[in-house]
């Protein structure tokens, strides 16, 4: 049974209302968290240590405030047969119950433990007390329980599997083996030092991350999420297939501030699966161009599901060179979707929408100008003055809160509201972008916590048997090597959030990847690595048979949601792609790219590879290809992406093969209209 789109939003932002008791509760905290974490750039100076444990303590306790132990109705239905009624508290949306608050009490408690012991745990590291060992217990538990009502339960099993591999290693076969670690020092490493749960994932959720998600729920708030539907709609609503490539650019637009897919899916399909079925797509290929659409939101900067600072510090780079290995990948892949679109449009002989259905662009882009400040003063903060992530965010976040008391004062002004109703409706503004921005932290939150146990066990001696793993399945070739570590990350993000999937994959794979590249001859870029397990990541959220962007897409669109999951993934077919093109190809990541010039080239090459792709895998360019027209934009697509191959083989310099790769591509584009028009 597929959840609604309502269960989706709640699974990303907590599903209880807030009314009553525990619904004040939640709002306090809720306040309280986005108030520490805006305080903490300029005003609140506290330890790193410090800030992890209270961040981690939020995001815990609202997790069993806004969480239900059960919320999926089958096992709703189950459990009240067996308990014939008597564990409904377990259940109940509307509010949380006394062992939830005493739950998220003893969870606050156990995660604030190192920051009130800070000191005593310091001074006998290595010698824990029965007391140290006892909070530790309590803590992973009750962290995976949390993480289970937040997010489900794959993250928590895949930890899970990975603390009794811990214990049991030894039993394991011989490349897998190493010596069993015992529960002192086990529980030392995850819950009381800072390379377990407190780790450097959390440690950036809690500087950074938190602000980017508060800054783009307060943009929403604000009114800019429809004012980016309204203008992606009366900028390309009058082509054909207008309203899908408009959902493509509206999911791309807030997907740069959202850094969920599932509520990207929901927050834009809402409004874009129902326009595109209307327009004349079925409703399967509606909701999978959502999805693609969505998913892909991730890919963009500046948030790129929160993962993009948390790459920048594994990698120990800034954040503006992530944003820059980023930037082309991330713009060919939703242009060739647009394009993917038309070609869509084009096989079903569909219609542009009536102008007068649709928006008018010189109406709505000056009605929204001032959504467009936020963002260049963020981008400015970040590029001109070289500000920190941290203080750019929290600087923008205040001009949002400028720009909304402007805009009921503006109302005021024009006798649509009083003064003081301006003033108030202002601040009740503010303060539910507050309660926004904590609740969508509560999944990232407990998430990278709860990967940061798998990340301790790693680091206690799995990372080296991966590695060899990879190498031994592999045979140390390259290409295979790259095919498993993809698998691998499909597989392993099925059901988990974008930034778990990464940090998850980023310790097991991406290190082994980047050095057995390395030793075989190949100077791969750290960051490629990072980005090549993160691509996959993200599309396993349409990934069958758990694409969770699928389910959410199918229960709008309503339509089956496995082979919606199946037909988003074909479209995203060209980002599996591009992965495997920049791990060889490092110019598609700007890294040796330093002139202008050079830039635009390898852009310019990177959307036609991609829009040659697309046409291959669709059959279908500017008219259904023949057989031979597929083989050759595939070739094409490979001649711009891998320059660098064709050079080895025909021993031509790899600026050449821009040429001779456009040039086949014009050819076959003035024979396709050529044919087209003979047609006609």
């Known amino acids: 049974m597929s959840e609604s789109p309502r269960e989706f939003v709640q699974r990303e932002a907590g599903s209880r209302p807030l009314r009553g008791p525990t619904g004040v509760l939640i709002i306090i905290l809720c306040i309280g968290w986005s108030l520490f974490q805006l305080a903490l750039p300029r005003w609140l100076l506290l330890s790193s240590e410090i800030v992890r444990c209270v961040h981690l303590a939020f995001a815990i306790s609202l997790a069993y405030l806004c969480f239900p132990a059960v919320r999926r109705p089958r096992t709703r239905s189950i459990l009240q047969r067996l308990g014939r009624g008597r564990l409904a508290w377990l259940m109940t949306d509307e509010h949380a119950g006394w062992l939830d ?53 794959a993250l928590p099993l895949i930890a899970g599997l990975f603390i009794l591999y811990a214990f049991h ?43 980017f998600v508060l800054f783009g729920a307060t943009l929403e708030q604000a009114g800019g999420g429809k004012y980016f539907i309204n203008l992606a709609y009366s900028l390309l609503g009058r082509f054909r297939g207008g309203p899908a490539k408009a959902a493509v650019l509206a999911s791309g637009l807030t997907g740069m501030v959202n850094g969920s897919s599932i509520a990207n899916t929901v927050t834009t399909g809402t409004f874009t699966i129902p ?32 993962a993009a600072f948390i790459i920048a510090e594994y990698c120990n780079i800034s954040y503006l060179e992530v944003v820059r290995a980023a930037f082309v990948p991330a713009v060919i892949s939703y242009l060739a979707l647009i394009w993917i679109v038309h070609i869509e ?17 010189r109406d709505v882009f000056p009605t929204g100008l001032h959504f467009l400040l936020p963002l260049v003063f963020l981008i400015t903060q970040l590029v001109v003055f070289r500000c920190s992530a941290q203080l750019a965010a929290f600087d923008a976040i205040l001009v949002l809160y400028f720009l909304i008391l402007l805009q009921r004062l503006r109302a005021a002004a024009r006798g649509d509201l009083g003064w003081l109703q301006a003033v108030v409706q202002s601040g009740a503004d503010i303060a539910l972008s507050l309660i926004k921005g904590a609740r969508n932290m509560i999944g990232i939150g407990v998430a990278v916590a709860a990967a940061g146990i798998i990340v301790g066990v790693v680091t206690l001696g799995l990372g080296n048997a991966i590695t060899e793993i990879i190498d031994v399945l592999s045979g140390g070739n390259l290409l295979v090597m790259l095919v498993i570590t993809a698998a691998a990350s499909l597989l392993l993000g099925m059901g988990l959030p974008t930034t778990a999937n990464y940090i998850v994959m980023a310790s097991l794979t991406a290190p082994a990847i980047f050095h057995l590249a390395n030793a075989g001859g190949y100077h791969i870029p750290l ?28 229960a709008i669109s309503r339509a089956d949601p496995i082979r919606t999951g199946i037909q988003g ?112």
């Open 275 to 306: 326009l595109m079925i209307r327009a004349g797509f079925p409703a399967v290929k509606a909701g999978a161009i959502e999805v693609a659409a969505s998913t892909n939101g991730q890919l963009m900067p500046p948030i790129m599901g929160a």
């Open 569 to 680: 993934f074909t479209y995203d077919m060209r980002t599996a792609l591009l992965p495997f093109m920049f791990f060889f190809n490092n110019e598609l990541l700007l890294i040796g790219v330093d002139d202008p010039w050079h830039a635009a080239t390898v852009l310019g090459a990177g959307l036609i590879a991609m829009i040659a792709f697309a046409s291959c895998t669709q059959r279908f360019f500017l008219r259904r290809n023949q057989w031979y027209e597929s083989v050759l934009l595939a070739a094409i697509s490979l001649m711009l992406l891998r320059p660098g191959l064709w050079e080895a083989w025909f021993a031509l310099p790899r600026t050449s093969w821009y040429w001779v790769g456009g040039g086949l591509f014009t050819a076959l584009l003035i024979r396709q209209r050529w044919q087209n028009l003979q047609s006609e």
């Open 101 to 153: 608050l005493v739950l998220a009490l003893t969870a606050a408690g156990a995660a604030l433990y190192l920051a009130i012991d800070y000191e005593g745990i310091a001074s006998r590291m290595g010698r824990p007390l029965p007391r140290d060992l006892l909070v530790g217990s309590v803590l992973v538990i009750l962290l995976l329980e949390a993480a289970r009502r937040a997010l489900g339960l």
């Open 169 to 211: 290693s030894e039993s394991m076969p011989a490349v897998l083996a190493f010596r069993n670690v015992e529960l002192d020092k086990l529980l030392t490493k995850l819950t009381l030092t800072t390379e377990g749960i407190y780790g450097v994932p959390l440690d950036v959720s809690a500087s950074v991350v938190f602000l």
């Open 345 to 361: 449009a084009g096989k079903l002989g569909l219609s542009p929408q009536p102008a007068a259905d649709l928006p008018r662009f």
């Open 527 to 554: 960051i490629a690595a990072h980005l090549f397990v993160f691509y996959f990541g993200i599309l396993s959220d349409d990934t069958p048979p758990v694409g969770l962007s699928a389910y959410a897409a199918a």
